[in-house]
């Protein structure tokens, strides 16, 4: 499996590499999201005295900021791609092969994360020209956020092939997967801070995985965190990754059956 992954990551790599010009417009685009963000709550915060709920506009540029790392390490396999798949016939191939499926798609996800990383600092340097981020982690909450920002990826991997599973019970999973980013948008700090919000919102965010997936490895970095936090949301991360596996050791089976192929 070692040697799966790792020719999965470096035939990931060399690909996208080929293709830096399009995964530059690519990550600009998904910038224009957070800067639109920091510069509303940077301005709410001007106009409230300099801060909301204790977040300064230097607090909030280093949580957008650190957003944009976030959310290009959360890119995954999207449920539309099984519509793709079954419709046009690649999955029968996948089928072939001596390993989960899974396997292939969380390997060549993890490659391209490289590539963006290289590509993101260039960008990350701008924006920290611009907008003056308050950043000043410690030691352990980097290495936290290292394994954190890996755990955000599982879990949104896992789950979200799991949801495109769905498709093998119906044609169309849009409406079901719009849903389920309009719930993550809402619950997971991806738009907003959850600090922000009232003390009973934060308590409910902590039974879904979303809070897992994006406002736990921003504020493990940004802070403010304790480190009993910093270890708590780790765990909560493993538990939610053995809930995806769970999810999909129960759903793969069945879906499986349901499968066809026509050749010509």
Known sequence: MITLYAAHMRQAVLQQFQ?????????????AEPVVYLV?????????????????????????IV???????????????????IKEGT??????????????????????KVVVLVLWIPIAFVLVLLFRPTLSPTVLQCVVFFFAIWGAYLIRA?????LGLITFWTT?????????????????????????????????????????TFSYPIVALTGPISNRDLF????????????????????????VKRFSSVGG
Do not use: C
Request: proline share 5%.
């Open 232 to 255: 708590i949301g780790l765990g909560m991360q493993l538990f939610w990754i053995l809930m995806g596996v769970a999810l999909l050791s129960a759903v793969w089976p069945r879906a």
């Open 172 to 212: 169309r999973v849009a409406a079901i997967f719009e849903g389920y980013i309009l719930s993550e948008m809402l619950l997971s700090g991806r738009v907003f801070p959850l600090v922000l919000m009232p003390h009973w919102f934060q308590r409910l965010t902590w039974y879904f995985p979303f809070r897992w």
């Open 19 to 31: 293709y830096r010009a399009a995964n530059y417009f690519y990550m600009i685009g998904m910038i």
């Open 158 to 162: 896992i789950i979200q092939w799991s």
């Open 91 to 112: 999955f029968a191939g996948q089928l072939m092969k001596p390993v989960h499926p899974i396997h292939e798609d969380l390997a060549s996800f993890a490659g391209w």
């Open 40 to 64: 509303v709550w940077s301005t709410i915060a001007r106009a409230h005295g300099g801060s909301v709920d204790g977040l300064t506009p230097g607090a909030f540029a280093a949580y957008y």
């Open 67 to 85: 957003w944009t790392l976030v959310r290009n390490m959360n890119i995954v396999l999207t449920p539309f791609a099984w519509e793709e798949r």
